[in-house]
């Protein structure tokens, strides 16, 4: 292995330059090595090659490179993550720098998993020794993405550059002969699955689970798994549901966390039987079933928010309740002059928002107000809830009650959206929807943006190379009957073996490749989980991918070794079950 050091440089600036003196180094590791700094200058670290030369200090020395950045992660990720997932982070960061590490193969030429390795180890310590008062608060977020990023950028490079890649089909061809109706299992009237296995020439090896539903035999619950039990199979025999599937984001890597909201609570959109459990307070991508006049259900895919979202605010004492509808695009000052309208801030827009005099302002979290400031004489902030949203409106909405001048009463929330929904989830983003033109990813139109959660989207730093888990659904019609279905996607990752995971992009490939004319993504990672019901048992047909598994490792190639449904999984916080009506 080449180690030399590049005198008055950066480890950075020596690995550019070994990168233009070979002919045998992908020139897309340029780019690759820059990513998590700004720019060249941003690389502190000795100027070696070595990937293990990381620090001077003794310990470095007694104990090598991996065991001293994993006691790092595993103890300086704790003021942002509980202890379980610090040591889920180092142990991932152990994983990939293992498997980086050189063959031993005698060859001293400067290679791309060195290179790669390098990156890893110089930006971990970059990122965990930042003094930088707001990335500070992000190194959980973003030694998570970096690991995912190492690893992922690692397995596509090999790929690109493995000679017998062009004799396997893309994802898509491999799609195409196995994902589609006629390849599908039907397990219970108008519920069919199927699964892609194998390689590929774009992804390498995949493991994805197919689920495709008649729309017209269906009916969708969507449900806070918390209040009965996180383990799916169990929720959906409860529930009585055929098939199921895990929903939505939830606050989990956010470094802000504050009461009354903590993690595993559900960000955006849930509506659950009519109850509206949480509102659509970011302008987000959902799954929506409702019920038309006649008594049929529907299941679409729209972009959802709060503008025509009517608050009901009461208090004890307080006989009719204060009815404040959200504009659909209103300023502060616009919201200040119409009394009985509102003004919603959340988190992809500020994170403190500014009350003016003439105004009031709930911080609201769910069903509930957590702070509010009443008319100041002269202008305040109120600070913007992580998971909630602040409420602007005029005081003359609520001018002579109580609440004007009591800050003890408390403030219950419940909402009416402005159409009629029985069912819903939140996710995104849209991938494609062919019924309005709408056909590539943008995250900051759906308010993935500032620091609204998942902050792995909205912060993200690695701009969709990340392989990972995936949960993607879409609407297309049935190539056979010509019925409408929902197609549900589980995509499998984090195994060496068995399946890489995608990329959004690839994702919603995927979707288009299945026939989908309209498709959109669902929280994906180690909590993504499908389960349908095989004869009287319901069984996950996922693999796990909460721990990165190397080659060999017990979830091998020996297909028949592993039940996916008893290896160790992240919960499942938020569900889609599906109930037959035929």
Partial sequence: MVSHVNDGGTWLSAAFLAIKQSSHLNDDLYGILRAFGKDDKDAPGPASLDPDAVDDNATVKNVGAITYLKDRISTELLSEVDPDQALMFSRRFVSVSSLLEGDNSGDDRVTTKQLLRLALHRRTVQILSTTDPIVSKRKALRIRALVDFIWSVSLVLELKDSPDNKQYPTLAELSHERGQQSSCNEFAPGFYHSTIEGLTSDFGPVHINILRINTSTVRMKCIDAREITTDLPTLAKEMGAVAAISGGFFLYSEPDIQLPSKRTDPVGLLVSD??????????????????????????????????????????????????????????????????????????????????????????????????????????????????????????????????????????????????????????????FSDDDGHDSIDLSSEDFKGSAPPITFSQDETHDHNLLPRMGIGIAKCSISGDEQLVCAAIDGRNLDRALGLTLKGTSDLLRSLGCYKAMNLDGGSSKRMVIRDQNEFKVVCLSTTEIKANNASNSNDKTSANPAIEPSRPVHSAILFCSEA
Wanted: hydrophobic share 40%; net charge negative; charged share 20%.
């Fill in 274 to 431: 009519g109850e509206i459990e949480g509102p659509p307070v970011f302008q987000r991508s959902a799954i929506i079933q409702s019920r038309q006049n006649n008594g049929k259900r529907t299941i679409g895919l729209s972009k959802i928010g709060m503008a025509g979202t009517t608050c009901y605010c009461s208090w004890e004492g307080q006989n009719t309740p204060l009815e404040l509808t959200i504009g659909s695009s209103m300023s502060y000052d616009e919201a200040a002059d119409i009394a009985f309208h509102a003004h919603c801030v959340h988190r992809a827009d500020f994170e403190r928002a500014v009350v003016r005099k003439g105004q009031c302002a709930f911080a609201i979290v769910g069903k509930r107000v957590v702070e509010r400031v009443m008319s100041p004489e002269c202008q305040e902030e109120i600070h913007v809830p992580l998971a909630g949203f602040v409420l602007l409106f005029s005081e003359e909405a609520c001018s002579g009650t109580k609440i004007m001048n009591d800050d003890d009463v408390e403030i219950n929330v419940s909402y009416a959206l402005p159409l009629p929904i029985e069912n819903a989830m939140a996710g995104g983003p849209m991938f």
